[in-house]
């Protein structure tokens, strides 16, 4: 057993209202340059959609993810190293501009230049920013479809419906949504890095952020095919791929992604996994594909027994990362309330960014109906034939079986019964957290992480020393960094690094009183003590 460490996230689906707070923020943060105007390191797809880029679960097209070979070994789906050389200069699997859309601006200057008494209104052309031609019609962009805006040309196109043989009524009175936040899943076995020629893709060994070395990519696009989850892009002025990188500068200092910091709805949890990299292969390879959720579950290792505490320990994981993985909100709704579950197990990367179902608008059409929208025996009954249907949550979370989303939402229905007789005073009653085979307490603990969990319990993050680099090669965008010396400077990139730490490196020094810095919010004229403090004090 060979135990490593992994920053997880889960995301409560139903608490998401659509805002896009978070893309807008991840973009302001990390893709506001030339050559990211298309790249959404966070979208939120409204589904039943085709999501972004268009039709990105349609692996029968993009050849995504790994598949089962007759002796139950993994591949590419989109082929080995021999098809790899094969199609290096010409990529028959990767999306285009089209299925992405292409980035616009307006012609801004012609409204404000526009001379006076002229008689007609003076306009602002949409023009591309790849080439600054103007656009005769804009046809798509990365909401295009959201809150159904395009259902009636878009449904039908739904990947997940297809597989399932579904259909969905168009007319508004009948229709169904929910969102669906996506960024990079981190996965435990990601074909995004299996698929690179150069290398230049990795995932790290100490928190198993999936990153990728700029230095080293060679912009030959085979990572963007082999992501099923198509959250690998292209930047077409550097000719690098990009993707989220977990905003791992935050998480070195103890804070959360800047998705999760400014999400309106509170959804967003991360904590630590403990997982047997030894297994990996093993799990992966799984012959039945409704069979990956629990498979992947098994790969998961529980941080309170005392052998993978030891095991931990004998790998070298800090004690402050076992100690997060114990206290882990992501374990707690995983395997403690069994409510959250993967993206798409049957791609074969076991993704590390999970899902609570929603439960959809099932105490409304409950109460239309007539009946108590909050009593456990009705809402039990109406999971069966809510709107949005079982076999399309379980088409997105667990390869088509609906036993797990019925469990997850049977116990959220649950949490919603119990909790509203002890929020009316009434006793509460057992039989409902029986009837899901969890206790009250449990219940009242369920119902305090997902409803009213402060900051501090929804983000358990163990900060990592600032002192050295950690042998993290994007941090070293010139290749000469030894990473085993303290850092004499900081070269501006930026963010205004400052121009030089002290003799013992950064935040080094006896007698220095620890403290988190933001790394991303100081300024050019500031010097936070904590992390470089006044050689003559110490």
């Known amino acids: 057993m060979k135990v490593m460490a992994q920053i997880a996230m889960v995301m409560n689906l139903d608490k998401c209202i659509g805002c896009h707070t978070c893309s807008v923020t991840c973009k302001q943060a990390w893709t506001n340059r030339e050559g990211t105007e298309y790249i959404w390191f966070n979208n939120v797809e409204t589904r039943p959609g085709v999501g972004y880029p268009r039709g990105w679960e349609d692996q029968e097209k993009w050849k995504g993810g790994w598949v089962r070979t007759a002796n139950g070994k993994l591949k590419p789906k989109a082929g080995g190293r021999l098809k790899k050389l094969a199609t290096i200069f010409h990529n028959p699997n990767m999306p285009g501009i089209k299925d992405y859309y292409e980035p616009w601006s307006y012609e801004y200057d012609k409204l404000l230049s526009a001379p006076k008494g002229q008689k007609t209104q003076p306009t602002a052309r949409p023009i591309s920013q790849i080439d600054g031609r103007p656009l005769a019609k804009i046809e798509w962009s990365s909401n295009w479809d959201d809150n159904l805006g395009g259902s009636t040309t878009t449904l039908d196109e739904d990947p997940v419906l297809k597989e399932m043989n579904l259909k969905v009524a168009k007319e508004i009175e009948d229709a169904y949504m929910f969102y669906l936040p996506r960024i990079c899943e981190h996965c435990l076995n990601p074909t995004c890095v299996s698929s690179c020629p150069s290398g230049a893709m990795y995932k790290r060994t100490e928190d198993g952020i999936v990153l990728v070395d700029q230095d080293h990519c060679r912009g030959w696009r085979m990572c963007v095919s082999g992501c099923p989850y198509k959250k690998v892009y292209f930047n077409h002025r550097s000719g690098k791929a990009e993707k989220c990188t977990l905003c791992y500068p935050r998480l070195e200092v103890g804070q959360p992604t800047v998705c999760s910091e400014t999400c309106v709805g509170r959804l967003r949890?991360?904590?630590?996994?403990?997982?047997?990299?030894?297994?990996?292969?093993?799990?992966?390879?799984?012959?039945?594909?409704?069979?990956?959720?629990?498979?992947?579950?098994?790969?998961?290792?529980?941080?309170?027994?005392?052998?993978?505490?030891?095991?931990?320990?004998?790998?070298?994981?800090?004690?402050?990362?076992?100690?997060?993985?114990?206290?882990?909100?992501?374990?707690?709704?995983?395997?403690?309330?069994?409510?959250?579950?993967?993206?798409?197990?049957?791609?074969?990367?076991?993704?590390?960014?999970?899902?609570?179902?929603?439960?959809?608008?099932?105490?409304?059409?409950?109460?239309?109906?007539?009946?108590?929208?909050?009593?456990?025996?009705?809402?039990?009954?109406?999971?069966?034939?809510?709107?949005?249907?079982?076999?399309?949550?379980?088409?997105?979370?667990?390869?088509?079986?609906?036993?797990?989303?019925?469990?997850?939402?049977?116990?959220?229905?649950?949490?919603?019964?119990?909790?509203?007789?002890?929020?009316?005073?009434?006793?509460?009653?057992?039989?409902?957290?029986?009837a899901v085979g969890m206790t009250g307490k449990k219940i009242q603990e369920m119902y305090r992480l997902l409803a009213i969990a402060k900051y501090d319990d929804r983000y358990v993050i163990p900060t990592a020393s600032p002192e050295t680099p950690r042998g993290i090669t994007s941090l070293d965008p010139f290749g000469d960094m030894d990473p085993t010396q303290p850092l004499a400077h900081f070269d501006d990139l930026g963010m205004g690094a400052p121009s030089a730490c002290s003799d013992e490196g950064c935040g080094g020094g006896s007698g220095t009183k620890a403290g988190t810095v933001n790394l991303l919010s100081w300024g050019p004229d500031e010097r936070p003590d904590s992390m470089f403090p006044d050689s003559r004090e110490s």
């Open 269 to 434: 949890y991360l904590g630590v996994l403990l997982y047997d990299a030894d297994r990996v292969a093993e799990v992966a390879a799984t012959e039945n594909p409704q069979d990956l959720y629990e498979a992947q579950k098994s790969l998961l290792l529980d941080p309170h027994d005392p052998r993978v505490v030891e095991a931990a320990i004998a790998e070298n994981i800090p004690h402050s990362w076992i100690d997060a993985a114990q206290q882990s909100p992501v374990w707690d709704l995983i395997f403690k309330y069994e409510v959250a579950l993967p993206l798409h197990p049957e791609y074969r990367t076991l993704p590390m960014v999970w899902y609570i179902p929603p439960l959809s608008p099932i105490v409304d059409e409950v109460t239309a109906s007539g009946n108590d929208g909050e009593d456990d025996k009705v809402l039990f009954t109406a999971l069966s034939t809510m709107r949005i249907p079982l076999e399309y949550l379980a088409g997105l979370f667990t390869a088509g079986d609906t036993a797990p989303v019925e469990r997850s939402l049977r116990r959220l229905v649950a949490m919603r019964s119990y909790m509203r007789d002890i929020n009316l005073g009434d006793e509460p009653q057992e039989r409902i957290a029986e």
